[in-house]
């Protein structure tokens, strides 16, 4: 009916990829490929409407103060604008907006370092853990104890000869390394005692000597922390987040959240770049929270090998931060309806998961081939400008091969000079 609906946004890959048609803000933007774009095609077509979409001004999905919203929440509260995304859902803004499950919910991940493998020098105490050991020096020298003063009774009574207690102690830990003195004690209740000891440290050496044989044929490894429990039981470990994630839900995450682990990360936490953060994590003692998908499509294009091999390893279990994830609808839009069985109908085919995953490995693509051009020209400006034409030496391209080939990430761009050779 000519209207054009107005649509808000904020860049988040890959639900929201654009660019800007200038640096005002809250300007109209060509939105590149992405969850959003590709939805917003199928819903042109299908319901046969036009959209016009603009940056956020804020670039901030919303807070409540006074029961007013900042951001995209409180665009659609003051009905400035028909649909928003993508974003979260929260208690407090269902009441002031309709909201619509659009995509997969994304996940917070930690990056860390890559396992490494345990020194070789500490195997003959791993087998056991270190309450564990702790536990056996306690028992031997209880058991120590109780048989000097059980032969001490003894000799009370019995008028014999006693047991003096480093005796008793260096029995009970030879008995421990299969090598026990030659004479037990000479009296029943002791020789009760004994004999038991002994099934004890059957048991006791018969599983370390088969913990020690696995240890030794299969190197372990250390492990990566896979939660925030895991992070604060390591020493002197650190942690970081980029600043536009600590927004929005996320940051409400962290401020309500009643746990006294997730208060303390909190607390600790710090705010950089992914750049930094990455290598601060290649330094070790440091770990990265971000977004699972983002930081998959970062590591793979710019810190991945042509065999898949990077230095750092990805939490295998996500921790859930939002419930749902999708657009917001001013209240009483009366083409929600309309979208929402729209989405559902994407929803049941399986499309939209196998979308996001097409745009990763597609954007993972562009990234590399990108950056195997920067490469390639930064190469070519390091060239004398005689030397820079088609009919280069034969030397150069050696050079030039054998640097791409060093650094292993551009076989493909090595094989084509040595085809030239």
């Known amino acids: 009916m000519g209207h054009k609906m107005q649509f808000s946004t904020v860049p988040y890959f890959p639900y929201m990829d654009y660019t800007r048609h200038s640096e005002e803000p809250g300007t109209i933007v060509t939105v590149k490929d992405s969850l959003d774009a590709r939805l917003l095609s199928t819903f042109s077509t299908k319901l046969n409407i036009s959209f016009e979409i603009r940056e956020q001004p804020e670039r901030s999905w919303g807070l409540q103060k006074d029961g007013r919203f900042s951001g995209m929440v409180g665009q659609l509260q003051r009905e400035e604008i028909d649909v928003s995304g993508p974003m979260a859902t929260l208690a407090e803004r269902i009441r002031v907006m309709e909201f619509l499950s659009a995509y997969k919910v994304d996940v917070m991940s930690i990056v860390s370092l890559k396992p490494t ?173 971000t977004i699972n998908f983002h930081i998959k499509v970062e590591i793979a294009s710019y810190y991945t090998d042509n065999f898949g091999q990077s230095p750092f390893y990805i939490s295998k279990n996500g921790l859930v931060l939002i419930a749902a994830f999708g657009w917001g609808f001013r209240k009483g839009a009366p083409f929600y309806q309309r979208f929402r069985q729209l989405v559902l109908q994407l929803e049941d085919c399986g499309i939209i998961p196998y979308w996001t995953e097409e745009l990763q490995a597609q954007r993972v693509k562009e990234n590399r081939a990108a950056a195997a051009m920067e490469t390639r020209a930064a190469v070519g400006n390091t060239l004398p400008v005689e030397e820079s034409n088609v009919s280069r030496p034969r030397q150069d391209c050696v050079a030039v091969a054998e640097w791409y080939t060093s650094e292993g990430n551009f076989p493909e761009i090595s094989n084509q000079c040595v085809h030239r050779i």
């Open 117 to 289: 493998p345990l020194p070789q020098h500490l195997s003959l105490i791993r087998p056991f853990a270190g309450e564990l050991w702790l536990a056996l020096l306690v028992s031997v020298f209880a058991w120590g104890v109780t048989l000097w003063m059980l032969q001490e009774a003894w000799c009370w009574v019995s008028g014999g000869s006693g047991v003096k207690i480093d005796t008793a102690l260096l029995y009970g830990w030879g008995a421990l390394l299969e090598q026990p003195p030659p004479e037990p004690s000479i009296n029943i209740s002791g020789q009760v005692l004994v004999g038991w000891w002994l099934v004890f440290c059957l048991v006791i050496t018969t599983g370390f000597r088969s913990s020690l044989i696995a240890h030794l044929t299969v190197q372990g490894k250390s492990q990566p922390p896979e939660n925030f429990e895991d992070l604060l039981a390591r020493n002197n470990w650190k942690w970081g987040i980029e600043p536009w994630i600590l927004k929005g839900g996320v940051l409400l995450y962290f401020l309500r959240h009643t746990d006294p682990i997730v208060k303390q990360i909190y607390k600790e936490m710090e705010t950089l770049t992914a750049k930094e953060a990455l290598q601060k994590v290649k330094a070790g003692d440091y770990s990265f929270l």
